[in-house]
């Protein structure tokens, strides 16, 4: 059990083959684990699901000695090859910023203990790195340059910083000049934005989609709710949003029925498939309803659009690019296998045509 690591995870070489259906199957197999894990019944059979599912199961063992572990680094190394290959891919079927970031700060930390061959694939990845728009986390990429720093790395770096793409020659640059200036602190995010001010540049933040559900927290984006007077749809919102717990209304469209609370905390709900309701005055919610044995739900249109965009953006497209949906949107294990999206967006299409027509 304690090298296992080949027959847990040795099939997950395909998620980052170059070959699409390859891939395909690669993800369809974490959708079975995933599912399978949804399914335990016991703490035993829930722990063992996650051993084999990506990335929970990359913290089985120990970090100490990984000289003695080379098997647990090599899929430690892959989820981060994954990343940088497919971040799509990456993103829809095994997301984790808390993993990148730590693989990376440990591997920082263990570097006097690293074999060649882990150096040269984290080398290569920095690389890889300097290529690609800066991603969250990639900072630490910056940090592994210091303590990997040699002279075919400074001559690569030094190569890329001739590249014909602006944004890879300034990635480039600044390596270098972390690497190359001594007494500088570790790497931030404040540190490139100081190296493109020397360089008389601003920077220019990548467009990012919001988090619905940040959003409706907020009470930016409102929530359809059943009226408690006429059983009609009412929405629920905060129309002035502020830092001090601010007065959250509710109202109906259909009736004169208004209500207004500044709660002191927000519920959640069961996830049991039981009836879902607004945080704030506990109404059920508008849009829901039994799909695939379980209960679909959405707190507004806006979430419903979200859910179905990331839904659709699943879909490879044929020119290679990515379909960048408006809102993050974060869905439970059960909505996640690809042979359920048929079902999941009918549903989507039958909550919609629920919501009557506005103006």
Same mark, same amino acid.
């Given at each position: 059990?304690?090298?296992?690591? #080949?027959?847990?995870?040795?099939? =997950?070489?395909?998620?980052?083959?170059?070959?699409? *259906?390859?891939?395909?199957?690669?993800?369809?197999?974490?959708?079975?684990?995933?599912?399978?894990?949804?399914?335990?019944?016991?703490?035993?059979?829930?722990?063992?699901?996650?051993?084999? &599912?990506?990335?929970?199961?990359?913290?089985?063992?120990?970090? +100490?000695? &990984?000289?003695?572990?080379?098997?647990?680094?090599?899929?430690?190394?892959?989820?981060?090859?994954?990343?940088?290959?497919?971040? /799509? %891919?990456?993103?829809?079927?095994?997301?984790?910023?808390?993993? $990148?970031?730590?693989?990376?700060?440990?591997?920082?930390?263990?570097?006097?203990? @690293?074999?060649?061959?882990?150096?040269?694939?984290?080398?290569?990845?920095?690389?890889?790195?300097?290529?690609?728009?800066?991603?969250?986390?990639? %900072?630490?990429? *910056?940090?592994? =340059?210091?303590? @990997?720093? #040699?002279?075919? &790395?400074?001559?690569?770096?030094?190569?890329?910083? %001739?590249?014909?793409?602006?944004?890879?020659?300034?990635?480039?640059?600044?390596?270098?000049?972390?690497?190359?200036?001594?007494?500088?602190?570790?790497?931030?995010?404040?540190?490139?934005?100081?190296?493109?001010?020397?360089?008389?540049?601003?920077?220019?933040?990548?467009?990012?989609?919001?988090?619905?559900?940040?959003?409706?927290?907020?009470?930016?984006?409102?929530?359809?709710?059943?009226?408690?007077?006429?059983?009609?749809?009412?929405?629920?919102?905060?129309?002035?949003?502020?830092?001090?717990?601010?007065?959250?209304?509710?109202?109906?469209?259909?009736?004169? /029925?208004? =209500?207004?609370?500044?709660?002191?905390? $927000?519920?959640?709900?069961?996830? #049991?498939?039981?009836?879902?309701?607004?945080?704030?005055?506990?109404?059920?919610?508008?849009?829901?309803?039994?799909?695939?044995?379980?209960?679909?739900?959405?707190?507004?249109?806006?979430?419903?659009?979200?859910?179905?965009?990331?839904?659709?953006?699943?879909?490879?497209? =044929?020119?290679?690019?990515?379909?960048?949906?408006?809102?993050?949107? %974060?869905? +439970?294990?059960?909505?996640?296998?690809?042979?359920?999206?048929?079902?999941?967006? *009918?549903?989507?299409?039958?909550?919609?045509?629920?919501?009557?027509?506005?103006?």
């Amino acid at each position: 059990m304690a090298d296992d690591w #080949d027959e847990r995870f040795g099939w =997950a070489w395909d998620l980052i083959s170059e070959d699409p *259906a390859r891939r395909d199957s690669a993800h369809l197999r974490l959708d079975g684990l995933r599912m399978a894990r949804a399914a335990a019944v016991t703490r035993q059979e829930y722990e063992e699901a996650s051993r084999r &599912l990506l990335p929970d199961g990359l913290w089985t063992g120990s970090w +100490p000695g &990984l000289a003695r572990l080379p098997r647990a680094v090599r899929y430690r190394l892959l989820y981060l090859d994954w990343e940088m290959r497919f971040p /799509h %891919e990456w993103a829809w079927h095994a997301k984790s910023w808390s993993t $990148k970031t730590s693989l990376l700060r440990t591997f920082h930390q263990h570097v006097d203990e @690293l074999s060649g061959w882990i150096r040269t694939v984290l080398t290569d990845l920095v690389l890889l790195a300097v290529a690609r728009p800066h991603r969250l986390g990639d %900072e630490r990429y *910056a940090r592994l =340059a210091r303590v @990997l720093a #040699d002279d075919p &790395l400074r001559d690569r770096l030094r190569e890329l910083g %001739e590249h014909a793409d602006e944004g890879v020659r300034l990635r480039a640059g600044y390596l270098t000049w972390v690497v190359g200036t001594r007494g500088l602190p570790e790497p931030k995010p404040s540190q490139w934005r100081e190296y493109l001010t020397r360089q008389g540049l601003t920077e220019r933040p990548a467009e990012r989609s919001l988090l619905i559900l940040s959003e409706i927290d907020a009470g930016r984006v409102p929530i359809l709710v059943r009226c408690p007077r006429c059983a009609g749809p009412a929405e629920v919102a905060c129309p002035a949003p502020g830092p001090a717990r601010p007065a959250w209304r509710v109202t109906c469209s259909h009736c004169p /029925h208004t =209500a207004t609370r500044r709660p002191e905390f $927000k519920q959640g709900n069961r996830w #049991d498939g039981s009836v879902v309701y607004d945080p704030v005055f506990r109404l059920p919610l508008w849009l829901q309803q039994p799909c695939a044995g379980r209960r679909l739900w959405a707190y507004g249109t806006g979430h419903l659009e979200a859910i179905e965009q990331h839904l659709r953006a699943r879909v490879r497209l =044929a020119n290679g690019g990515a379909y960048l949906p408006a809102y993050q949107v %974060e869905l +439970p294990d059960w909505m996640m296998p690809l042979e359920r999206r048929d079902e999941l967006l *009918a549903g989507i299409a039958a909550l919609r045509a629920t919501v009557p027509a506005t103006g």
